[in-house]
């Protein structure tokens, strides 16, 4: 199976997937941060198809930036505690999967690799 980076975000807050949350993926690069993509999570809180997958996934280090603020809304206060979180790691072993899942809330995250 060629390699791939996967993620899913779950509402610990509210005890459910984060159905619908933005996500945005850059590469980083010397320059800076460079947009590859923008997705939402489907009703379980994952992508329907790999952040990246094969060739397109190369040793680096990568963001994903979450939209935490905008999908609890009022819940997360304004303005809210938690706006944007970015998770940014390193890929060494590009033809491995790269699991980034985030549990979150208005006021707390945790994430890591998973698998």
């Given at each position: 199976?060629?390699?791939r980076?996967?993620?899913h975000?779950?509402?610990?807050?509210?005890?459910?997937?984060?159905?619908g949350m933005?996500?945005?993926?850059?590469?980083?690069?010397?320059?800076?941060?460079r947009?590859?993509?923008?997705?939402?999570?489907n009703?379980?809180?994952?992508?329907?198809?790999?952040?990246?997958?094969g060739?397109?996934?190369?040793?680096g280090e990568y963001?994903i930036?979450?939209?935490?603020?905008?999908?609890?809304?009022d819940e997360?206060?304004?303005?809210?505690?938690?706006?944007e979180?970015?998770?940014?790691?390193g890929?060494s072993?590009?033809?491995?999967?790269?699991?980034?899942?985030?549990?979150?809330s208005?006021w707390s995250?945790?994430?890591?690799?998973?698998?």
């Amino acid at each position: 199976m060629p390699g791939r980076l996967t993620t899913h975000v779950l509402d610990t807050a509210n005890g459910r997937p984060a159905a619908g949350m933005e996500m945005e993926l850059f590469g980083i690069e010397k320059e800076g941060r460079r947009h590859l993509k923008t997705v939402h999570a489907n009703d379980d809180g994952r992508l329907d198809a790999p952040l990246l997958e094969g060739e397109e996934l190369s040793a680096g280090e990568y963001e994903i930036v979450f939209h935490v603020g905008s999908y609890f809304g009022d819940e997360a206060g304004s303005p809210p505690f938690l706006d944007e979180v970015p998770v940014r790691f390193g890929v060494s072993e590009p033809e491995s999967h790269y699991h980034v899942p985030l549990l979150v809330s208005p006021w707390s995250y945790t994430t890591y690799r998973g698998s």
